[in-house]
């Protein structure tokens, strides 16, 4: 059972990041909007991350899909999550109004058009599923489980009661 909630979690995530990589792909110039609004980067960074970011995101979210390296893409998940988070906490503490640009768009708003309780909840709780992969990244119909490292939660060898590897 806990595969399948599991795979649920890992197709989830993985849909997460393909349509928020896709949307900002598909529209750098807002993208690189988004990123310099929230005037943490200096000016020569900006543009990297502004075209990084959405390629990061959509080559987790394949790994994901397909079930490869799923605890390395949950753990880069969770990462990008905490800088999401961590990014949109100090716009709101130092009274931005902007819009997160997730799904690209970003950049100034209006002070009653800023989300930012729920955009840091929304990440919270795909923060958690980047966790519970990290913690269990074994799931169904993933390519790491076709290949043989999908072995207990790690993919390492599963051991037996005495704590000695099976086979051994």
Known sequence: MLDVVGTVVRLGLAAVWL?????????PGQTHVAVQA??????GLVGLVATAMPLL?????????????TRWAAIVSGLMLLAFIGA???AWARGL????GC?????????????????ILRDIGYLTLAV??????????STDGWLGRGRGNSGLPVHD???EPEGT
């Open 103 to 119: 799904f690209s768009g970003g950049g100034q708003v209006a002070a009653d058009q800023t989300e930012y309780p729920w955009e």
């Open 19 to 27: 349509a928020y990589g896709t949307a900002k792909f598909l529209d």
């Open 57 to 69: 995101e959509i080559i987790v979210g394949l790994a994901l899909l397909f079930g490869v390296l």
């Open 88 to 90: 949109i906490a100090q």
């Open 161 to 163: 009661y005495s704590g």
């Open 38 to 43: 929230y005037d943490i980067l200096p000016n």
């Open 97 to 100: 109004t902007i819009d997160c």
């Open 132 to 141: 519970w992969l990290t913690v269990r990244p074994r799931t169904r119909f």
